[in-house]
Nanobody
């Protein structure tokens, strides 16, 4: 069965960095677009970043452009999100998504 398992979240000070990982299994990871979403308290889930199968195309929400970088390792069936220059408004649960499947999410809290 399809499994998406996120990790790497935590508490970080403003201006800090985190790298999220999403370990995928149960489907041909290397052939599909993958996406990161996030959901802040009281807000709708929003698309953060997308990447195509060969990593030749990426796309970002305006709010994270220049600060976040999505990448993937198809040999390891793993999706990444490098988050730099974090701001308090980046606080959210971050999810990876494939088709209609979601991971359980990983909490990112940016606070001093």
């Amino acid at each position: 069965q399809v499994q998406l398992v996120e990790s790497g979240g935590g508490l970080v000070q403003p201006g800090g960095s985190l790298r999220l990982s999403c370990a995928a299994s149960g489907f041909m990871f290397s052939t599909y677009v993958m996406r990161w979403y996030r959901q802040a308290p009281g807000k709708e889930r929003e698309l953060v970043a997308s990447i195509n199968s060969g990593s030749s195309w990426t796309n970002y929400a305006d709010s994270v452009k220049g600060r976040f970088a999505i990448s993937r390792d198809n040999a390891k069936n793993t999706l990444y999100l490098q988050m730099n220059s974090l701001k308090p408004e980046d606080t959210a649960v971050y999810y990876c998504k494939w088709a209609e499947y979601w991971g359980q999410g990983t909490q990112v809290t940016v606070s001093s």
